[in-house]
């Protein structure tokens, strides 16, 4: 997608008590699932990917969800500086057309 449009990306990893472990001596957080955040401004369109940290063997559109999903389960709102309905439009969907979800792998 990035060869193909002009997209900002957002990911991290998901920290609460239940979500993630540690490793080594020195206790290094290590998240158990992590998110992604795509967002193609020039088109109006938003999607999001919600895994675990592990060796996937399923399709990628199973992982799916809305940003509006994602902020829930990360009690953090990513594009705030959207006017609001932009935002509301945005999170709250997903165009699967467009990202052609059914040719990826």
Known sequence: WGNKYNIIVVTGGVFTEKTHTTIGN???????????IIYAPNK????????????????????IKTVDEIETITGTNYFESLPDELQKNLESQ????FWRLSTLN
Do not use: D, Q, R, Y
């Open 44 to 63: 109006g369109e938003m999607i999001g990917f919600f895994m675990p940290n592990e060796k996937l063997n399923a399709e990628l559109i199973s992982f």
């Open 26 to 36: 020195s206790g290094i957080t290590v998240p158990k699932e992590f998110f992604k």
């Open 94 to 97: 997903i165009n699967m057309n």
